[in-house]
């Protein structure tokens, strides 16, 4: 019956508490996904900016969408040539100006933008709006008197009212149409709901659409009941619960302020596009410098990031030998070599590591046999195979190139000492226990080999080692559970197959 040291136990617990904690933490609040191809929805949004300008100075302000409840930026750019650009961090919005000394006839602006779908994302706050009562008068008073009655009959909730409202207003009878003779249908709304003392105001809001091409900002209503805050469209031809929106301005201000020029228009082009999750996360942390708990492989240069992403992969193939070799009983020539070896044969693909492992490792026992006939010294021994296993790497990839064989140039990536220090370790089993115990040690080294491959070039696993560092944790806690394993290893149970067959 296997049996654990008690402290080891807990110390390997404590590994994996720790480690499933930074795991979560990378996934939950760094945003990482746990599968390789999990992608995100990101909205590229450009507003064409058209004025014409006096001759003289020139001064464009563009207000710039906030953060809400559906979208976050994640980039943006301006193309403005000739114009110098600042961004305003006001306290209600963003605004971004662009000026020039001199300036005259037709000017074109560009500010282009990513969102991304973010449907858990906390609304950026809005300034509740002051009540103040519009005055109605004479029939007008009266129309919309009837027009605020007939809406509370429903229901006296802020909510239920404003869709009441748009109701009426989309079948319009008489006291309706009177009161949109000067108005439009979104300021008629909010001077209502302002009447029954319902904070509400006007916002400008982009509605996303795939392939939309100079699409107008649109003018829906905030409503405020308490701490909930709802958007409607007054004129019910969107359900902001089911449409791709983004409120562009939302303080009560104007979307352009132009000085210097005449006749500004705006026009919004968009694309979606479908993009890996991981790419923008690299993005992001480039720009940014992550916190101590946040830190990850993506925040060194990219040249250590491609040599991190074999390094982690070395954990897999230890904790893969450690398992057969403990807990299966399978025997393996040296400790950890059959790592190297996988490691290797990722390099050179499977089939070429395979021939040459074979070719390297048969002539050099060959070559090791004969210099055991000598009775050298153990270094000089050992010095003679690491040189004859570069002459036979060197040989094979001379003889591969003049055939055409390019794989065999891959040969090189071998490690040369692990492969020296193999030949010598099955020489002397050779000498020592026979043919036999070679062949097993051999055979279970490169199936072994093998399997490290199998799992170490799946796409997951590359993509948890190298995105989630926690795992390391969960290895080494596997690991020492296994180091104080003293139990039966599978390929010894054969030993009492006899007591199962009476």
């Keep these: ?113 990513e969102l991304k779908v973010a449907p858990n994302t906390a609304a950026s706050p809005a300034d509740r709006p002051t009540i103040e009562k519009p005055r109605f ?73 795939d392939g939309g091409r100079q699409q107008p900002l649109r003018t829906w209503v905030q409503v ?95 904790l893969i030998v450690v398992l057969m070799r403990t807990l299966v009983g399978l025997k393996t020539s040296g400790t950890f070599m059959p790592v190297l070896i996988a490691l290797a044969f990722m390099q050179t693909s499977l089939a070429t590591g395979l021939i040459g492992f074979a070719l390297i490792v048969g002539m050099g026992l060959m070559i090791r046999s004969y210099f055991s006939r000598h009775n050298l010294l153990l270094v000089a021994r050992i010095s003679l195979v690491i040189i004859s296993v570069v002459l036979i790497m060197a040989l094979f990839s001379v003889v591969a190139f003049r055939f055409g064989l390019s794989e065999g140039l891959k040969l090189t990536l071998f490690p040369m000492i692990i492969l020296s220090w193999t030949i010598e370790r099955m020489s002397i089993l050779w000498e020592e226990e026979g043919a036999k115990e070679v062949a097993l040690q051999g055979g279970g080294s490169l199936f072994v080999a093998l399997l490290g491959y199998m799992v170490m070039t799946n796409g997951l696993v590359q993509h948890l080692t190298f995105h989630f560092l926690g795992l390391q944790f969960i290895f080494m806690a596997i690991v020492l559970m296994c180091g104080s394993y003293t139990g039966y290893r599978l390929l010894e149970l054969k030993r009492f197959r006899r007591f199962l067959a009476n």
């Design 137 to 209: 008068l004479g029939s007008t008073a009266t129309a919309a008197g009837s027009v605020l009655s007939d809406a509370n009959t429903a229901s006296t909730h802020p909510f239920d009212i404003i869709e009441a409202l748009i109701k009426a207003f989309q079948t319009p009878n008489q006291q309706a149409q009177l009161l949109l003779q000067k108005s439009t249908v979104s300021q008629r709304i909010v001077q209502l709901l302002m009447q029954a003392d319902i904070p509400a105001r006007e916002i400008d809001v982009l509605v996303l659409k």
């Design 1 to 113: 019956m296997a049996k654990f040291n008690r402290q080891v136990s807990y110390f390997a617990i404590a590994l994996c508490v720790l480690g499933v904690a930074l795991i979560a933490f990378r996934h939950f609040v760094s945003g990482i996904p746990f599968l390789p191809g999990a992608s995100q929805t990101l909205w590229a949004v450009e507003a064409k900016i058209q004025f014409e300008a006096d001759k003289g100075p020139i001064s464009v302000s563009f207000t710039l969408p906030n953060e809400h409840a559906q979208f976050v930026q994640v980039n943006e750019r301006t193309a403005s040539p000739g114009f110098d650009l600042m961004f305003d961090e006001g306290p209600k919005a963003r605004v971004a100006k662009w000026s020039i000394n001199e300036a005259k006839g037709k000017q074109t602006l560009y500010y282009l933008t």
């Design 224 to 318: 405020f009941d308490g701490e909930a805050v709802r958007i409607f469209d007054p004129s019910g031809k969107y359900n902001p619960a089911k449409t791709p929106w983004v409120i562009w301005e939302q303080n009560d201000g104007g979307v352009i302020e132009l000085m210097g020029g005449h006749g500004a228009t705006v026009g919004f082009s968009m694309l979606q596009k479908r993009v890996p999750i991981v790419s923008e996360l690299r993005k992001a942390q480039a720009q940014a410098e992550p916190g101590l708990l946040d830190a990850s492989i993506h925040s060194l240069p990219l040249s250590e990031q491609a040599l991190f992403k074999g390094i982690l992969l070395v954990p897999v193939g230890v």
